[in-house]
């Protein structure tokens, strides 16, 4: 049985600051890993999709790395924003079936 | 090209009532899944179904609960009976085929809250 973890938790960090979220998972066989974003009371937004066979995915501030063997990966947040606290959620797939999802990082970025 | 849309937004049922949510996927899917999200939980998967067809149902309470993707018209997921523990965040979910290098796309959820 797939279990995604996610570490910290919470964390609280002060505007321009660069910081790392982490994502581990038991079962290396996945086919690919998603970030999402989740704001209070809305739904998720997708920030970037690794395929197994790759090894990170970039977008604007955000660079996302998968280590499969190891089972990990990192969501990197460059010079971070107030706009930018909201719940990271990580989430190993197989095919489009069905994704498990780890307890997500609440993050606050303090002006 | 309008998102995944969900409602009711918000759905308070007494205990006993049936409550139903509604998706409708973002134009071109074919491909739905329904998610909860428990109060301080993770979400966790419910079903996967494509027109006409329930392909993965693993995540489904065995009673009570039932989720439909007609040839028109939103997929349903409708809970019978609904209980305390119903309360939760339902969110859909769709994406273009089922394959892997597809991003899955969220609805903002449907809030459901038994009194």
């Known amino acids: 049985k797939q279990e995604v973890t996610q570490i910290p938790a919470a964390l609280s960090v002060p505007e321009g600051e660069n910081l790392v979220l982490n994502c581990s998972f038991t079962d290396s066989a996945i086919y690919n890993l998603q970030w999402f974003r989740q704001d209070p009371g809305k739904g998720l937004t997708s920030l970037l999709l690794?395929?197994?066979?790759?090894r990170e995915q970039t977008s604007g501030r955000l660079n996302a790395s998968l280590d499969k063997s190891s089972g990990r990966s990192t969501l990197y947040i460059a010079a971070s924003q107030p706009g930018d606290s909201a719940t990271y959620l990580c989430?190993?797939?197989?095919?489009?079936?069905?994704?498990?999802f780890g307890e997500g990082t609440q993050l606050t970025v303090n002006p | 090209n309008a998102g995944v849309m969900q409602n009711p937004r918000h759905l308070v049922r007494r205990r006993g009532q049936e409550a139903r949510l509604r998706c409708s996927p973002m134009k071109g899917h074919s491909h739905v899944y329904w998610y909860r999200q428990l109060p301080e939980e993770g979400l966790k998967f419910m079903v996967y179904l494509q027109k006409e067809n329930i392909i993965d149902e693993s995540g489904m309470p065995k009673e009570r609960f039932s989720a439909e993707f007609p040839k028109e018209g939103p997929s349903i997921l409708r809970i019978q009976q609904v209980v305390r523990g119903d309360s939760a965040a339902y969110f859909c979910?769709?994406?273009?085929?089922?394959?892997?290098?597809?991003?899955?796309?969220f609805g903002e959820g449907s809030w459901l809250t038994v009194v």
């Open positions: 690794i395929q197994s066979s790759q």
């Open positions: 989430a190993v797939g197989r095919s489009g079936s069905r994704l498990t």
């Open positions: 979910a769709s994406s273009f085929t089922g394959s892997s290098g597809n991003t899955i796309y």
